[in-house]
C-alpha cells in the first residue's frame, strides 16, 4: 500500500472555492448516478483511537484494517471463547499476512503496511523496548489524553503526534506542511470552542498540560510554531474539526459475506436468524462498541459540506482506511456534493433542533434547502425534543461517521 495520500484516479469530483464564509465545497465533475462510488479516498494521516486500542480492538497500526477473524471478533465481543461462526469462509482476515515491527512490535495486517508506515512516520514514533515504559514521552502522552478523552471518543492525540513524525521524517517537509495547510482552519475564538468541547470545561489547564507532554515527545525547531500555545492550539482544532472518524470490523465483513451466498430458504432463513440473535447478544454485551475505531484526514472528504438532505455518504467497505464516498441520488454535473454531519434520527428532527446540534458540534447555522424551507417554523421544539435535545451526545455523531 503506497504512502501517497488522496483520491484514487477518475474521482467524479473536485474541491472548489466557495465564499469567504462557507470556504470550500466539492463539486460534480460528471453526472453521477445513485449508488455510484463517486471517489475512494485514502488519508493523508489517520490513527486509531488510544481507548479503542487499550480494550483490545485490534486494527493494522497503519491503515486500520481489523486483524482479528471475525469468529474472534465475535468471541471478544460476546465474553464467549466457545462460540463458533458458521461459514468461516467466509472471513477475510489473512493472519498468514501479519507483520510487527521488529522493534516494538507493533501490528500490521500486511508488509506493505509495515512499509508505508516505516517510510511516512515510524521511525520517529517507534517506541522500541520503551513500548511498556510509563515514563517514556510519548506514553506519558497519551496517557494525559486518556485521561483527558474518554469513550465515546472523537479524536485522538496520536494524530497530531503522527502530522509532526510526518514532517519530521520527510525529505520534502514543506510538501508536507502545504498538505496540511489544506484543511479548513478557524479563527481564535472558534479554536477554543473547538478546543473546549474536545476536552470539556477545564480545557484551558489541560490543553497546556498536553501542549508540555507534546513538546516534551516531539518538539521539532522546523516545525517550532506548532509547539506554541497559538500553534498547538490550531493543530488540535484543525484536527478537530476536519478529522473523519473510521471504523472497521471483521464481523461486519463476514456477515456483508454471508448475506450474498447464494443459500436455499432455509439455510439462508436459519443463517439470518442466527446473525440477528448473535447481534442481539452482542449488544447486551458490548453495547454499542462494535468497531475498531479512530480517525483520519482526508483532503476531498473534508471539503464536503454539510445538508439535512445529503445526496452522498461516506462508509468504510474495505475493513480498512479507505473512504468510499457514494451516491445517495442522482448528482449533476456542477452540483454540490454534501454529506450529512447528523445521523438518521437527528435528520428527522425540527430545523431549531438540528441547527442546535450543528452549532454546539460545528460551530455553524445550516442553510441548505431542507433548513431554508423550514426557516419560518417556530424556534420552539416539542416537550419530547426538548428532553433528547439534551441527551445528544458525540457517539451519535460517531454513528454515522464511522458505517463500516
Known amino acids: 500500500m503506497a504512502a501517497a495520500a488522496g483520491p484514487h484516479a477518475g474521482a467524479a469530483a473536485e474541491a472548489r472555492f466557495i465564499s469567504s464564509a462557507k470556504g470550500k465545497g466539492l463539486f460534480a465533475t460528471k453526472n453521477i448516478r445513485k449508488g455510484e462510488t463517486i471517489f475512494v479516498e485514502r488519508p493523508v494521516v489517520s490513527s486509531q483511537f488510544l481507548w479503542n486500542a487499550l480494550y483490545n480492538y485490534r486494527a493494522c497500526d497503519h491503515c486500520l484494517r481489523a486483524l482479528e477473524t471475525a469468529e474472534e471478533n465475535a468471541q471478544r465481543l460476546l465474553g464467549k471463547s466457545s462460540l463458533v461462526l458458521p461459514h468461516p469462509e467466509q472471513c477475510s482476515i489473512r493472519k498468514d499476512l501479519h507483520q510487527q515491527c521488529p522493534r516494538c512490535q507493533v ?209 468504510f467497505p474495505e475493513n480498512n482506511f479507505l473512504l468510499h464516498l457514494t451516491a445517495l441520488e442522482d448528482i449533476e454535473a456542477g452540483e454540490e456534493i454534501c454529506i450529512s454531519y447528523l445521523d438518521c434520527c437527528q435528520r428527522e428532527r425540527s430545523r431549531h433542533s438540528r441547527n442546535k446540534i450543528l452549532r454546539e458540534n460545528y460551530l455553524f447555522t445550516c442553510s441548505c434547502p431542507k433548513c431554508l424551507a423550514q426557516a419560518d417554523d417556530a424556534d420552539v421544539t416539542s416537550d419530547e425534543e426538548e428532553e433528547g435535545e439534551g441527551e445528544t451526545d458525540d457517539a451519535e455523531l460517531e454513528d454515522e461517521m464511522t458505517d463500516v
Open 107 to 315: 501490528t500490521y495486517c500486511s508488509a506493505e503496511c509495515r512499509q508505508a508506515a516505516l517510510e511516512q512516520y515510524h521511525q520517529v514514533l517507534c517506541l522500541g523496548p520503551s513500548r511498556d515504559d510509563p515514563t517514556h514521552p510519548l506514553n506519558k502522552l497519551q496517557e494525559a489524553w486518556r485521561n483527558m478523552h474518554y469513550p465515546p471518543e472523537t479524536s485522538s492525540i496520536m494524530l497530531m503526534a503522527r502530522m509532526v513524525a510526518t514532517v519530521k521524517q520527510a525529505k520534502d517537509k514543506e510538501w508536507w506542511i502545504k498538505a496540511f495547510s489544506q484543511f479548513c482552519s478557524k479563527t481564535a475564538n472558534e479554536e477554543e470552542e473547538i478546543v473546549h468541547k474536545l476536552l470539556g470545561d477545564k480545557f484551558k489547564g489541560q490543553l497546556e498540560l498536553l501542549r508540555v507532554l507534546f513538546t516534551e515527545a516531539l518538539y521539532d525547531e522546523y516545525l517550532s510554531r506548532w509547539f506554541t500555545p497559538e500553534g498547538f492550539r490550531s493543530l488540535f482544532a484543525l484536527v478537530g474539526t476536519n478529522g473523519q472518524g473510521i471504523g472497521t470490523s471483521s464481523l461486519s465483513q463476514w456477515v456483508h459475506a454471508c448475506d450474498a451466498l447464494d443459500l436455499p430458504m432455509l439455510q439462508r432463513e436459519e443463517l439470518d436468524a442466527f446473525i440477528d440473535q448473535l447481534y442481539k447478544d452482542i449488544e447486551k454485551e458490548s453495547g454499542e462498541f462494535l468497531n475498531c475505531e479512530g480517525s483520519g484526514l482526508y483532503v476531498l472528504q473534508s471539503c464536503c459540506n454539510h445538508s439535512c438532505i445529503p445526496n452522498a455518504e461516506t462508509s
